[in-house]
């Protein structure tokens, strides 16, 4: 169980208390932040994070396919997630579809623009 956070701070319940996560939700907050973050940005945790800043590097039509290769890799070690897709639009949104355990889940963030 992890303590839940929303635009990099931790919420708090009724209480005042730090709100917890567990299950799918932990999961889902697991693959946003590791999406988030750029790909090497912590020395002593290298392979944290993705190469999705990347994307404005290479041509349109490789995109696509690289986003996917950078989400594949940046979640391949939560056990039992599968990546089943990721779909790329113009105005830099990205939808990852997710199978966890025979659930099916998905998050939406933004990369920054297709160029």
Known sequence: MELMVRDGDYLSDEAGRFRRVDGSDELLQR??????????????????????????????????????????????TEPDLEVTNVMLEQDGTMA????????????????????
């Open 31 to 76: 693959v946003l932040w590791k999406l988030s973050i750029p790909r090497g940005s912590f020395p002593l945790l290298p392979d944290l994070g993705s190469r999705l800043h990347q994307l404005s590097r290479s041509k349109l039509a490789q995109q696509g396919a690289l986003a996917r290769q950078y989400v594949s890799e940046a979640l391949s």
């Open 96 to 115: 990852v579809s997710l199978t966890w355990r025979g659930e099916s889940l998905s998050v939406t963030i933004q990369t920054g623009g297709i160029t």
